[in-house]
């Protein structure tokens, strides 16, 4: 009895040409995806209200920069022009570099200024000569701090800020990267993998192979007959 096997591959799995001997449709039994779960970094932020403590303002630029523009005045003209020259150096020096060292856009330099002239005028009393001018400048520099603390005075009540906080989180999820498909062909069942999900039928081709025993039938048949001649 004659026999054959049937060899079945999908068609369009596999690019390219594929010596079959014809295709056919095959009904499609079931399909089921196939998971994998992965892993995607994520950044969530949120916004936080904290309190905090008020900061003690520091004298440090203030006396720096009002010895700097004491010094940079004193070089202008001379007697009580050199003097007020030097008090304004000092008081301006003061202002400026109490704002660069304590940053505060705030504050208003009002009684900086007016603290100043007035520390200038009331140093200026004090002295004769360099003694003077020192005196003047020691005074434009003091009265600077003393009438910006004075006109913006420091609150010992902590304040509220709103702060935002970041952190990575690794977020997971399961994504589809193929699907088992069993099909049945001339009353068989087959499964295999497919990248997509088919529909009703998917597309086979088959390959007829003749059966082992078959060819060996056939032979015993070709040597009795030559046995007999």
């Known amino acids: 009895m004659k026999k054959s096997l049937l060899v079945l ?19 499609v039994i ?19 209200t904290v309190q905090v403590q008020p900061k003690e303002r520091s004298m440090t630029g203030a006396i720096v920069g009002g010895v700097a523009g004491g010094l940079l005045g004193s070089q202008v003209g001379g007697g009580s022009g050199n003097t007020a020259a030097t008090g304004a150096g000092a008081v ?21 200024i007016i603290g100043g002239v007035a520390g200038a005028l009331l140093g200026s009393q004090v002295g004769g000569g360099s003694g003077n001018k020192a005196a003047t400048a020691v005074g434009g520099i003091a009265g600077a701090v003393i009438g910006d ?9 902590p304040r509220t800020e709103q702060v935002q906080r970041c952190r990575e989180v690794q977020n997971s ?8 498909v069993k099909y049945r062909y001339d009353g068989r069942d087959y499964t295999t993998t497919l990248p997509y999900k088919p529909g009703s039928t998917i597309r086979v081709r088959v390959n007829v192979m003749e059966d082992e025993g078959d060819r060996n039938d056939r032979r015993e048949e070709r040597d009795y007959r030559y046995d007999n001649r």
């Open 9 to 27: 591959s999908l068609v369009g799995l596999y690019g390219g040409a594929y010596a079959a001997d014809y295709s056919d449709t095959a009904r």
């Open 30 to 48: 079931s399909s089921t995806p196939i998971y994998e779960r992965i892993s995607e970094p994520k950044r969530e932020c949120w916004t936080e």
């Open 92 to 112: 301006a020096g003061a202002v400026v570099g109490d704002r660069v060292d304590n940053q505060d856009s705030n504050r208003s330099a009002t009684g900086s």
């Open 149 to 157: 603390r004075v006109a913006n005075p420091t609150s010992n009540q």
């Open 173 to 180: 999820r399961e994504v589809i990267k193929g699907y088992t």
